[in-house]
């Protein structure tokens, strides 16, 4: 397949450690120019250094909390009188909440930080993007998502149903943008399990990890690098790939009646217009 990489401009989330790092730094040394978006100054820094190693230039950092949604509109602020043009936005942000936790905006902290964040990102910087990539989880089949109560989780909680739901709304995110925004490629994909620090804080999760087959960050983000890279008639908008090969998701979670319902329930969680077709999302 054509390979697109170059000096393009790629902001990728979740850039400071497991896949969201691993794929900056392979980008990077492919000669793209990457800018690190994560939550915690230090090993934001940290992962910049990392990728000047192998890219000789510091990379442009910023920093934001996904479980804040203002952080987000500031996010999408500063990313936009930076740069007139992101070739590619990687949503890979993600957190698995260990209890149930209701962020200061008032949602379940799992499908905020999932998906509402990059949803309302997506959203605020449509008018300069040319290509959105969102990492999503074969947990999406565990998902149980109503998009009339995005908070139901809350109400018999279990992390992983929970993390499943809001991966559910990653695949139905990338249906419904497809859809919408025709000229704006949008895929997801299942990274596969990686050893990372994600979910570190459970020792359920940790003997998990420690007894199914997991693979290295760099593996975990290879589709990522991959979906950023290919030209776009190679690809299948709104698709959902693992390990570089288109896959089938659960229905439920490519349902096109869910997918606009779910739109249409996360624009108004987030205060934007949903009933655009195109263009960049408008604050209400």
């Known amino acids: 397949m054509e390979d697109l990489t170059g000096r393009r401009l790629v902001v990728v989330t979740g850039a400071s450690s497991g896949i969201g790092l691993a794929a900056a730094v392979d980008l990077a040394r492919r000669g793209d120019q990457v ?3 994560g939550r915690d100054p230090a090993r934001l820094h940290a992962a910049a250094e990392q ?16 479980a804040v949604l203002d952080d987000v509109r500031a996010l999408a602020e500063q990313l936009r009188a930076a740069y007139d043009r992101i070739d590619v936005l990687a949503n890979n942000a993600g957190t698995i909440a260990l209890r149930p936790t209701t962020t200061v905006d008032g949602y379940e902290l799992s499908i905020q930080t999932n998906h509402l964040a990059p949803f309302l990102l997506t959203n605020l910087l449509r008018d300069r993007l040319d290509r959105v990539v969102v990492t999503a989880s074969t947990a999406h089949r565990s998902g149980s998502l109503n998009p009339n109560d995005l908070n139901q989780p809350l109400r018999r909680y279990r ?6 739901t809001s991966k559910q709304a990653n695949v139905l995110f990338a249906t419904e943008a497809a859809r919408r925004w025709p000229e704006l ?6 990274p596969g399990v990686v050893r990372t620090r994600f979910g570190g804080d459970s020792k359920l999760i940790t003997f998990a990890m420690r007894l199914m087959p997991a693979r290295r960050a760099e593996k975990g983000a290879e589709t990522l690098v991959w979906l950023a890279n290919q030209a776009p008639e190679r690809l299948h908008s709104g698709g959902y790939y693992q390990d570089l090969r288109l896959r089938q998701p659960a229905q439920k979670a490519i349902d ?3 997918a606009t319902q779910l739109w249409a329930a996360s624009a108004k969680a987030v205060g934007i217009d949903g009933s655009q077709g195109s263009g960049e999302g408008q604050a209400r």
Do not use: I, N
């Open 35 to 37: 800018v690190l978006v």
């Open 51 to 66: 990728v000047r190693e192998v890219a000789g230039d510091l990379p442009e950092v910023f920093r934001a909390d996904f």
């Open 159 to 164: 992390a992983m149903s929970a993390y499943g």
């Open 185 to 190: 490629p949008t895929y997801c994909f299942h």
């Open 256 to 258: 096109p009646e869910s």
